[in-house]
């Protein structure tokens, strides 16, 4: 007899069908070199290059490929090929910095949206009662607050308010407790709208006739069941925090000591009537390359992981 094949899990044939699409693996790609160049900048080197002025009396200087050496040869200049600022450092080396930057605020929002929305929302639908009733309160409160005005407040806060505040979470800490504090609402609503599905389905019924306690139920067929929800809204919101921060460098409440995506844009938004355009387009360039990356990667995994848009109930 021939063996039975074994059924194939939701996440391997979601990720066959994102192999398939060629627009897909480009975004996958473009998303793990900006992951990549992001860790390369950690490097003590990094820093050094970015703390250089390449030219003390020579400010904004445009873009180019070669640099005239002092024996008058031109040679290769990878730190002039988005020119200079007006300190006269490199756009190039700022730009690559900024990724460290996004990289950070991304990925460490990211796990604490994930971990709050994902754990009151599955407390909220599964047990139910008062329980869910203060957690239904929580997060109406939270998100009939501007969400913007509720970040740029908490921002304000951290940084600003109390000196010592200030000095223990400036900077990236400040963007990423603001947005991890107010982000996970949208997160938690659909968890707990799925966990309500699923907590009198017949397979959590028989988990509990046989014994089950509430953590292993939780672990190993609730969790396992929202998974691809958690993805989904994950990789959709990592977009949102990228551009938020571009939003508090300019009001003063982001990374202000080193470059960032947002600080450049706020650097250089004075100086385009001079015709000083390459530091904003550098940034704003490397912000709709990962932007557009990350949206694209969001609808196919969408469109991948969810069973009802995949016709499967």
């Given at each position: 007899?021939?063996?039975?094949?074994?059924?194939?899990?939701?996440?391997?044939?979601?990720?066959?069908?994102?192999?398939?699409?060629?627009?897909?693996?480009?975004?996958?790609?473009?998303?793990?070199?900006?992951?990549?160049?992001?860790?390369?900048?950690?490097?003590?080197?990094f820093?050094?290059?970015?703390?250089?002025?390449?030219?003390?009396?020579k400010?904004?200087?445009?873009?180019?490929?070669?640099e005239?050496?002092?024996?008058?040869?031109?040679?290769?200049?990878?730190?002039?090929?988005?020119?200079?600022?007006?300190?006269?450092?490199?756009?190039?080396?700022?730009?690559l910095?900024?990724?460290?930057?996004?990289?950070?605020?991304?990925?460490?929002?990211?796990?604490?949206?994930?971990?709050?929305?994902?754990t009151?929302?599955?407390?909220?639908?599964?047990?139910?009662?008062?329980?869910?009733?203060?957690?239904?309160?929580?997060?109406?409160?939270?998100?009939?607050?501007?969400?913007?005005?509720l970040?740029?407040?908490?921002?304000?806060?951290?940084?600003?308010?109390?000196?010592?505040?200030?000095?223990?979470?400036?900077?990236?800490?400040?963007?990423?407790?603001a947005?991890?504090?107010?982000?996970?609402?949208?997160?938690?609503?659909l968890?707990?709208?799925?966990?309500?599905?699923?907590?009198?389905?017949?397979?959590?019924?028989?988990?509990?006739?046989?014994?089950?306690?509430?953590?292993?139920?939780?672990?190993?067929?609730?969790?396992?069941n929202?998974?691809?929800?958690?993805?989904?809204?994950?990789?959709?919101?990592?977009?949102?925090?990228?551009q938020?921060?571009?939003?508090?460098?300019?009001l003063?409440?982001?990374?202000?000591?080193?470059?960032?995506?947002?600080?450049?844009?706020?650097?250089?938004?004075?100086?385009?009537?001079?015709?000083?355009?390459?530091?904003?387009?550098?940034?704003?360039?490397?912000?709709?390359i990962?932007?557009?990356?990350?949206?694209?990667?969001?609808?196919?995994?969408?469109?991948?992981?969810?069973?009802?848009?995949?016709?499967?109930?």
């Amino acid at each position: 007899m021939e063996r039975a094949e074994r059924p194939r899990s939701l996440h391997r044939d979601a990720w066959d069908r994102l192999r398939k699409s060629p627009t897909t693996i480009l975004c996958l790609a473009v998303a793990i070199i900006y992951v990549l160049v992001g860790l390369s900048t950690f490097s003590p080197k990094f820093d050094e290059k970015i703390e250089k002025s390449l030219s003390a009396d020579k400010t904004y200087a445009p873009p180019a490929l070669w640099e005239v050496a002092p024996d008058g040869h031109k040679q290769l200049s990878p730190a002039r090929w988005f020119g200079l600022d007006f300190q006269g450092h490199s756009v190039f080396w700022g730009t690559l910095y900024g990724t460290r930057v996004a990289l950070l605020i991304t990925v460490i929002t990211t796990i604490m949206v994930t971990v709050i929305g994902t754990t009151l929302g599955i407390v909220s639908g599964y047990f139910g009662g008062w329980v869910d009733d203060v957690i239904v309160w929580l997060f109406s409160t939270i998100s009939s607050i501007p969400w913007l005005l509720l970040v740029i407040a908490i921002a304000y806060v951290v940084q600003d308010a109390n000196p010592s505040l200030k000095q223990f979470f400036g900077g990236v800490a400040t963007v990423i407790i603001a947005l991890g504090l107010t982000d996970w609402v949208s997160l938690c609503r659909l968890i707990r709208g799925e966990v309500l599905k699923l907590r009198d389905r017949d397979f959590i019924v028989a988990a509990r006739a046989i014994g089950l306690g509430h953590g292993r139920i939780i672990f190993r067929h609730i969790l396992p069941n929202t998974v691809h929800i958690i993805i989904i809204t994950a990789s959709l919101g990592a977009v949102g925090y990228m551009q938020v921060e571009v939003i508090l460098a300019f009001l003063g409440l982001g990374v202000t000591n080193k470059p960032s995506w947002g600080r450049m844009i706020d650097d250089a938004r004075l100086e385009l009537l001079r015709g000083h355009w390459w530091e904003l387009a550098a940034a704003t360039g490397a912000i709709f390359i990962i932007c557009w990356a990350l949206n694209v990667l969001g609808d196919s995994l969408r469109d991948a992981l969810d069973p009802r848009l995949r016709g499967v109930q």
